[in-house]
Each structure stands twice: as structure tokens, then as C-alpha cells.
């Protein structure tokens, strides 16, 4: 009876010790709790959140004149650009119109001093032949008045020859500079850039020109142009070389000049 007795109190003493315990149910609390803020805190915390919308107001009113002072650095270099342009193609046009026109007057001033030479070279030939004449007919015999009249009348005669063969002289030393200037001033002008295209590697340029031809031209053609500084404007780019693989035209309906 006593082994009996030991192995029923070694049992319920296991499961005293190995059984599943009930934990009781413990009551959420919260130890958070109102509390009011003292002047300083509350000083503080105002101050902090003006600052931070001052900061927000005036970041966006240095956003807007930044952008406001770049664009105007962008017009402002564009101008240049244009004027720097503009002067030297005028100095580039000066230069030809004084060169040609120079050249054309040292020309002219040949022409005129040859044909002066010429004529007196002539005069000099017909002096010369008929004083020979007259010192060879004076050692044969002596001439008669009416041969030295002759003689006379002819070299008159080849006098007035050589002076009408003389090219006319001119009477305004600048007409000619001025006609070659002009003939300058007749190149035609780029009137617009339509679009562009990539070719082989390089980028072409749909021009419109100021006679109604429409060509695609490459970068060299149009890179002084004002035309192509608006196009790259339009384009929001700065240099041709990084404009779309992709061909694009501004205006569609425009037919290239056969």
C-alpha cells in the first residue's frame, strides 16, 4: 500500500510541477497623461514653427529669383552673341567690298597706265621714224612742203588713234568698290531653321532661305546664324551636337527646293 501511495503523490506532485500553468489576465494601463506646457516650452515651440515657415517662404522666393536672374543671364549672353555676329559680318563684308575695290582700282590704274604708255610709245615711234625720215631725205634730197605736211597730218592722226584706243577713265574713283560691295551685299540670307536630322553621324539643318528655297544644310553652313540660336532656344539646348537622334521639324507642310 505504501508503493501505491508513493507512486500516486510522485504523480500529482509532476503535474504540480510540469503542468500547463493558467496565467491570470493582467488590465491594460496607461501610464501617458496630460500635461500643460510652460511658457518657455510653448515660447520655444512658437518660435521653432515661425522659423520653419519663414524658411519655406523665403526658400521660394530665392527659387523664383534665381530662376528670374538665370534666364536674364541666358538674354543677356544671347545679345552678345547676336552682336558679336553682327560685327563680324560686317567687318567681314567691309573687308571684301575695300579689297576687290582696291584691287579692281590698281587694275583700272594699270589699264590707264598702259594704254598711256602705249600711246606715247607710239607717239614717241612716229617722232622718232619721221625725224629719221626727214634726216635721211635731207642727206638724199631735199623734201617738198607737200610731203611734210603728209607727214604731219599722219602723225596727227595716229595721236588721236592711240588717245581714243585709251580705255575712259572714270570719273568716280569709288564706282567700282561700290558696284563690287553691292554684288556682295546680294547673298542670300537664312530666313528661319525648320528642323534637323541626324546623316552618317553628323547633323543636317532644314533651312529657310530669304528667296523661298527650302535645303537641308550642315552645321558649318548655318553655325553663324542667328536662326539656329533660336532654333536651339526653342529646343531648350545649348549645343547643336546634343540635339534628338530623332528628325524633327517644326513646320511639316514645307517642301525641300528640287
Wanted: glycine share 10%; net charge negative.
Amino acid at each position: 500500500m505504501s508503493t501505491l501511495d508513493d507512486s500516486t503523490e510522485n504523480g500529482r506532485l509532476r503535474e504540480a510541477v510540469f503542468a500547463k500553468k493558467a496565467k491570470s489576465k493582467r488590465g491594460k494601463t496607461s501610464t501617458a497623461h496630460a500635461r500643460l506646457m510652460t511658457s518657455d516650452e510653448l515660447a520655444a515651440a512658437l518660435l521653432l514653427e515661425y522659423q520653419k515657415k519663414v524658411m519655406s517662404e523665403l526658400h521660394k522666393g530665392m527659387k523664383a529669383a534665381l530662376k528670374a536672374a538665370k534666364k536674364k543671364v541666358q538674354e543677356a549672353e544671347k545679345e552678345m552673341r547676336e552682336a558679336q555676329k553682327r560685327a563680324q559680318n560686317a567687318a567681314r563684308g567691309r573687308g571684301r567690298g575695300r579689297g576687290r575695290g582696291r584691287g579692281v582700282a590698281a587694275r583700272g590704274e594699270q589699264t590707264r597706265g598702259g594704254g598711256r604708255a602705249r600711246g606715247r610709245g607710239a607717239r614717241g615711234g612716229d617722232r622718232g621714224g619721221s625725224r629719221f625720215r626727214s634726216r635721211r631725205d635731207e642727206d638724199d634730197e631735199t623734201p617738198s612742203p607737200s610731203e611734210s605736211e603728209a607727214s604731219a597730218s599722219e602723225g596727227e592722226t595716229a595721236h588721236v588713234e592711240s588717245e581714243d584706243s585709251a580705255p575712259p577713265k572714270s570719273d568716280e574713283p569709288g564706282e567700282q568698290e561700290e558696284t563690287d560691295i553691292e554684288s556682295d551685299d546680294d547673298e542670300t540670307c537664312v530666313l528661319l531653321v525648320n528642323g534637323h536630322r541626324w546623316n552618317d553621324g553628323n547633323v543636317e539643318f532644314q533651312v529657310l532661305w530669304e528667296d523661298g528655297d527650302c535645303t537641308w544644310e550642315p552645321l558649318a553652313t548655318v553655325d553663324d546664324c542667328a536662326a539656329l540660336d533660336d532654333y536651339l532656344a526653342s529646343r531648350d539646348v545649348e549645343d547643336p551636337l546634343r540635339l534628338p537622334k530623332r528628325q524633327y521639324r517644326i513646320n511639316t507642310q514645307l517642301e525641300l527646293t528640287q
